[in-house]
């Protein structure tokens, strides 16, 4: 872009020339298929583990605590099962560890095999899962999964924010989102159709994550790697080449020249992971550390897995407990669009602060109605009118996460680094959401056990205090082009103190005035 007359570094995006090709089409589809094979993954396994037949043959002793007759025991405590949980949560700690593998796979070999890695790894994970005859081959093929996405998760967002044009990155960037949400929905969806069947349902469910993994493989396998990568390994003529062909223009020279500048000046950070303990880039490390926490501590995935479960767990029936789960998963989906809508438009912020507000409401709400029923001793059952109250007040709760801190959660953290620490951030993103995401998954039924309808209140304790973070310490980066994010963290109030001057850099140019309304 150019300011007051001068080109800014790889800011330029303005004014790139480009059109959508079918190359930037196809990248799509293929995040896309990553994005569904994460939610399919998120939304299958609550289904599978609330249905009958799965738990007498893996998990007979969950099995025989809910048949029981004339049962007496805890309501809150029917599923807590640390084997039970450990087939959820297994596959986050797998993603986490295979995540770093995959960063150093994607720079020497490039995205396009990092993607292939994935959608085959996961594809033998679908297929032990579908064939699976004991606990153990569930949970090893739930690793196998875990390593997928953990090899998607980190090349698939990097493979789309290099192909697109510059105007497109944030769509895509929530395209991903989507997706996830998504493939959530058809997992649902799936999981209430199998648990019809007379036998196996739960094989079928498992194993129909092999679609999105062929797609996902094949699709890798199609593609062209992006210009970036070719620089990285040295491939510039190939690179100038792939430029022209998914920009769909000969003129290219602006943003390559862009991204050799780029490739050069993030390999003169030698230790992009010391750096970024640097004091002037406190601000970002603090809030990349604080969002996915966050994010995971909203209690979101309470409802995302165990649904079904935790319907049941309120006695609700098999097929109204699945039931919920596709309702659910279908408002996911559909909150998810007026985030994509709005955010550009409105901000991050005010998503932030009504999305955190809703949520805390429902979360006060729900956990009053379920004490009301169930009270501390977890003995009673719900009334049709109640069971709806509870069930429409998670969709609403639902759908405040959905157009927040889901797709902000994502966001957010990689649009505020500079580029050279840029990446090293994002992983450090993506581990500990997926640590939180395996906390939670291995904790809830636990916690729901000993805190039972308090836990609702804990998690909405936790939307308190992040949303009176945010209205703090977030900043708006709304329309802010990624190249002079400094210069918000430099006008903030608090974080101010932290930029010195000279890393605002040539943004001081611009005028000072539009970014002076993100102070608090
Ligand atoms: C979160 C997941 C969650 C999903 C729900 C994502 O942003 O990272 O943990 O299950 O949203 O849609």
């Given at each position: 872009m150019a300011v007051g007359g001068i080109e800014i570094g790889s800011g330029n995006g303005a004014n790139y020339e480009a059109r959508v090709t079918p190359f930037v089409v196809i990248a799509c589809l293929v995040a896309a298929s990553g994005g569904l094979i994460f939610g399919y993954d998120i939304g299958i396994s609550g289904g599978v583990t609330s249905m009958d037949e799965f738990l007498q043959k893996f998990f007979p002793k969950v099995y025989a605590k809910h048949h029981s007759p004339g049962r007496i025991y805890n309501q809150y405590c029917t599923f807590e099962n640390h084997l039970l949980t450990l087939f959820t949560s297994s596959l986050y700690l797998a993603a986490l560890i295979a995540s770093f593998f995959a960063s150093a796979t994607t720079r020497a070999f490039g995205r396009k095999?990092?993607?292939?890695?994935?959608?085959?790894?996961?594809?033998?994970?679908?297929?032990l899962n579908g064939a699976a005859v004991n606990v153990e081959m569930l949970i090893i093929g739930r690793i196998l999964l875990g390593v997928g996405i953990g090899y998607g998760n980190q090349s698939v967002p990097v493979y789309l924010s290099e192909m697109a044009?510059?105007?497109l990155r944030g769509a895509l960037n929530m395209g991903f989102q989507m997706a996830t949400t998504i493939g959530i929905f058809a997992a649902n969806l799936v999981n209430y159709g199998t648990a019809k069947m007379k036998h196996e349902g739960w094989r079928v469910s498992l194993a129909l994550a092999a679609v999105p993994a062929v797609i996902m493989t094949i699709g890798a396998l199609c593609l062209p790697d992006t210009p970036n990568s070719l620089i990285e390994r040295g491939k510039k003529e190939a690179a100038r080449e792939m430029l022209q062909k998914i920009r769909g223009t000969a003129n290219v020279d602006l943003e390559y020249s862009d991204l050799l500048e780029a490739s050069e000046s993030s390999k003169r950070v030698e230790r992009p992971w010391k750096q970024i303990t640097e004091r002037k880039y406190r601000p970002q490390l603090i809030i990349t550390c604080l969002i996915p926490f966050f994010q995971q501590i909203t209690g979101i995935n309470v409802i995302m897995f165990y649904a079904p479960v935790l319907f049941k767990t309120l006695g609700f029936g098999n097929e109204a407990s699945l039931m919920s789960a596709v309702v659910t998963g279908l408002v996911n989906v559909f909150a998810t669009l007026v985030s994509i809508f709005t955010v550009d438009k409105f901000g991050r912020r005010i998503l932030f602060l009504e999305g955190g507000i809703q949520m805390i409401i429902c979360q006060i709400a729900v956990g009053s109605v379920i004490g009301s029923v169930f009270g501390v001793s977890g003995e009673g059952s719900f009334s049709k009118?109640?069971?709806?109250?509870?069930?429409?007040?998670?969709?609403?709760y639902v759908a405040g996460f959905a157009w927040s801190w889901g797709p902000l959660g994502w966001l957010v953290p990689s649009e505020i680094f500079p580029l050279e620490i840029r990446s090293a951030g994002q992983s450090v993103n993506v581990s500990i959401n997926m640590f939180f995401t395996f906390i939670i998954g291995q904790l809830f039924l636990t916690m729901l056990c000993h805190m039972k309808f308090g836990l609702f209140y804990f998690f909405g304790a936790w939307v308190v205090v992040m949303t009176v973070f945010v209205y703090f310490f977030v900043p708006e980066t709304k329309n802010v082009p990624i190249e002079e994010m400094n210069r918000v963290w430099k006008a903030h109030w608090f974080w101010g103190k932290y930029i010195p001057d000279d890393a605002v850099g040539l943004d001081h140019h611009l005028p000072s005035t539009s970014y002076n309304n993100q102070n608090v």
């Open positions: 095999i990092s993607m292939t890695i994935g959608g085959l790894v996961f594809l033998i994970g679908a297929i044009p510059p105007k009118g109640m069971g709806n109250l509870t069930l429409g007040l998670i969709c609403v």
